[in-house]
């Protein structure tokens, strides 16, 4: 065993922190601010994401001969706890973490060689089309039809909850191509290289913070050429199950995520008043709450960086669905406490001042702002990417006679 | 000892119920929150023939003599459909607080408020830490025989559209918290208003040297009218707790995942056997603490029961709906999360529950 604390690292913080508070435009830093769920505000977030890749930053968990950073388990873990202090906007997964990682490992030479590039510089932005408005936790029995006909497929059907697939420009998908056999032998995994095609239609859906995040996706008779194909046809399920690997496989810290939002909870603690006395800060039955979060907290923290490390810890099979579920749920207790130090001031719907670039003051401060919003859209963490329920069916399996 | 609601007020439940039911459907009311009306003229036009304006008070006072079970008979109706006319703010605390005023502006107004004419509102919350009587730091200073009050008063209901404000304020820096009373558009007033989470009008207000006229400093006549605003408060939130279990209920017999309702599954089943068990006890706690108040024998301990437990069971039951609803559960479209959007701030109005199980537990 080694931790290892080489005095190189510090510089390498240092590098890091001094890149972070330079670099970020003005409006960057306030979308950063303003991010009331695991998901950026659009435009801003793909600014940063050009700017993290004009320095070479761009993607630390990516192979180096694919544009990683070849940095060390430990460097990437100072990177991400030193994007997490500067609050600076989280990059969307989709791309960066789920289809790119995916096209790494079982793309086409030719898949790699057209999407990568686009993927790490910010020119694409990709959705993730997967589930229905029939199909969520039973994924498998998604009906969204292409048939094969010359070279394309003709696609029908309907994708829900997709998320920024009206800011995205492409978009990768599940559909059936066969209804033979068991549910999962007959899908296939698409890339579609446009939003565009005749007979795509993307509506957002406004989401309980009271902005459009996900989205609905219609498809009639839309012809997409088949060399988009991932995989075999009908082999889609396994190509996915691969992709989930990358999805949920904790490719990217989320415990520095946490622990900032346990310092904006008592930054907010030390200067709002207990009413049993002192400030809330000072409090101890906050700070026993405090002190449970913070230690699991800590502990996923720990987790994390035995996984990254490669630790065997990581290999075991529910390790993807522990993960998913012990951040999900911390990031919604965090959440909560935020919300409940605002109390009354966390009322107000303030949707103009969450805009960036609005220049609307908020009401209270800018933690009021987001407290609440950061609260309702947390909700979702717990639903989405394989709701908890269905994890911990999966972890009971590895758990039951072992 | 009997807890049911009797025949009278079973009847008002029926008619406000039947009202509601054909006027104020979700997406009515969605539409009335998208709209610049703070609230429906019609509908507050509407609870005024019902008589649930002039209900809680006096007869001598031109109202009808209503007793506080009288209001949670039909305020658990307000909350299953999300009701936001400003009824506790401008009845049971506004208007409540100018009736025991002996002022001849104060008994005109009131009369105003009980027709519907006027709105009153009642300045209480501070913000953040301020969850109680006892935390109130705006300060009113003594004025040539009356008082000018300075401070920020937050999150008032109605702020900028209540025609006559109460204000919770303390006399003097150490002095005990008294009510006064104050008109929209005094000179040093200044309302900045928005929408709450919830669809509520709502306002900032900061005072600055604001004239006010003192109504009372009888500290026991203050907490009554903050404990039956709480009640009916409290009533609201078992309302919408309820409309939750109910639409759960039905949304996990006829959602199906894996070829079977997801009712069917134990993970969910248990789910929503605690919202159940949840709303059971939110609403076991609302009516005995009714009876206990109408008896007069409700000690602030029990108020703070009340508040504590129907805040926490709230927030629990929005949060397993939403849970149990899986994607559509996030979306503004439906009702769900708007229930549990007005849970969350009935939790946080008067104190959270936190703050109120934290008393209990004090003794
Ligand atoms: C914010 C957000 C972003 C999303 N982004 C995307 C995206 O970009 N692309 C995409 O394809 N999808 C996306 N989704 C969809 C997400 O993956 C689904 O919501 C999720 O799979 C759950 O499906 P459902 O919503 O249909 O809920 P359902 O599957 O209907 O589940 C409803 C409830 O039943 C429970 N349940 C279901 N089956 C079982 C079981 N076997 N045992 C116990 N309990 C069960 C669930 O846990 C849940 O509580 C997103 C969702 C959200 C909320």
């Known amino acids: ?402 | 000892m009997d807890f049911s609601f009797t025949d009278e007020q079973q009847m008002l439940r029926d008619s406000v119920g039947k009202f509601l039911e054909k006027s104020y459907d979700f997406d009515t009311r969605q539409e009335l929150v998208r709209s610049d009306a703070p609230w429906s003229a019609e509908a507050w036009q509407q609870f005024a023939e019902f008589g649930l304006l002039a209900l809680p008070f006096s007869e001598d006072q031109g109202g009808l003599g209503g007793s506080i079970s009288d209001c949670v008979a039909f305020a658990e109706l307000f909350g299953k459909h999300l009701v936001v006319e400003p009824y506790v703010a401008s009845i049971l605390l506004g208007g409540t607080a100018l009736a025991v005023s002996a002022n001849e502006s104060a008994q005109q107004w009131l009369e105003k408020v009980q027709s519907g004419e006027a709105i009153a509102g009642f300045a209480f919350e501070e913000g953040r830490g301020t969850p109680a009587l006892d935390q109130t730091r705006m300060v009113a200073t003594p004025a040539d025989g009356s008082f000018t009050l300075t401070g920020e008063k937050r999150t008032v209901m109605a702020g900028a559209e209540a025609d006559i404000l109460v204000v919770v304020a303390r006399k003097g820096e150490t002095g005990e918290p008294a009510l006064f009373v104050v008109e929209q558009g005094s000179d040093g007033f200044a309302a900045r208003s928005f929408t709450t989470i919830d669809g509520r009008s709502a306002a900032n207000i900061m005072f600055e040297a604001v004239p006010a006229l003192e109504i009372t400093d009888d500290r026991e006549l203050i907490e009554r009218i903050l404990n039956h605003a709480i009640i009916v408060h409290c009533a609201e939130a078992v309302g919408a707790m309820s409309a939750l279990l109910s639409t759960t209920g039905e949304y996990a017999m006829t959602r199906k995942q894996f070829g079977v309702p997801i009712g069917s599954f134990q993970a969910v089943a248990h789910r929503l056997a605690d919202m159940k068990i949840a709303y059971t006890k939110a609403r076991s706690t609302l009516i005995y603490t009714t009876a206990l108040v109408e008896s007069g024998a409700a000690s602030s301990r029990d108020i703070a029961i009340l508040k504590g437990q129907t805040g926490k069971l709230g927030q629990a039951i929005g949060e397993a709906a939403i849970q149990t609803h899986g994607g559509v559960g996030m979306t503004d479209e439906l009702n769900v999360s708007h229930y549990h959007k007005r849970l969350l701030a009935l939790d946080a109005q008067f104190g959270a529950h936190g703050f109120h199980l934290r008393m209990v537990g004090q003794g």
């Open chain 1, 1 to 402: 065993m080694n931790i290892d604390f080489a005095p190189e690292l510090e510089a390498f913080r240092a590098e890091v922190a001094d890149f972070f508070a330079s670099a970020p435009t003005p409006a960057i830093r306030e979308a950063g601010r303003k991010t009331t769920s695991v998901f950026a505000p659009f435009k801003e977030c793909m600014e940063w994401h050009r700017i993290l890749f004009e320095k070479g930053w761009i993607a630390p968990h990516w192979p180096a001969e694919h544009g990683g950073t070849g940095w060390s388990v430990e460097q990437r873990f100072i990177f991400a706890e030193e994007y997490r202090k500067a609050d600076l906007p989280p990059l969307l997964p989709q791309s960066l973490g789920m289809v790119g990682p995916l096209l790494i490992d079982i793309g086409t030479q030719a898949q790699k060689d057209r999407y990568l590039p686009d993927i790490l510089n910010g020119n694409d932005f990709w959705a993730q089309g997967y589930s229905e408005p029939g199909s969520g936790s039973d994924l498998a029995s998604l009906s969204c039809r292409a048939e094969p006909d010359g070279d394309d497929y003709v696609i029908n059907g309907s994708k829900i909850w997709t998320t920024y697939a009206h800011h995205a420009n492409r978009m990768f998908m599940l559909v059936r191509t066969s209804k033979e056999g068991k549910k999962q032998q007959g899908i296939t995994f698409l890339l579609l290289d446009r939003m565009d095609y005749p007979g795509m239609d993307v509506r957002p859906i406004v989401g309980l913070d009271g902005f459009p995040e996900q989205c609905e996706v219609f498809f009639d008779n839309v012809r997409v050429p088949q060399s988009g194909r991932v995989g075999e046809e009908n082999d889609g399920w396994s190509v996915a199950k691969h992709l989930l690997k990358h999805e949920r496989g904790g490719g990217n810290a989320a415990s520095p995520t946490l622990t900032r939002y346990c310092q904006r909870a008592r930054e907010a603690a030390a200067e709002t008043r207990s009413p049993f006395g002192g400030m809330l800060a000072d409090d101890p039955v906050f700070q026993q709450e405090m002190g449970e979060l913070e230690a699991d907290i800590a502990t996923l923290g720990h987790f994390e960086k035995l996984a990254i490390s490669g630790h065997e810890i990581a290999r075991d099979p529910a390790f993807p669905s522990m993960n998913k579920t012990m951040n999900s749920e911390l990031v919604q207790r965090a959440s909560t406490v935020m919300m409940q130090v605002s109390g009354v001031d966390g009322l107000a719907r303030q949707l103009e001042a969450l805009r960036v670039g609005s220049n609307v003051e908020p009401l209270g401060s800018e933690f009021d702002l987001i407290s609440m919003p950061l609260y309702l859209n947390s909700r979702a963490t717990t639903i989405y990417a394989g709701s908890n329920e269905v994890q911990r069916d999966l972890i009971a399996r590895t758990a039951v006679g072992s």
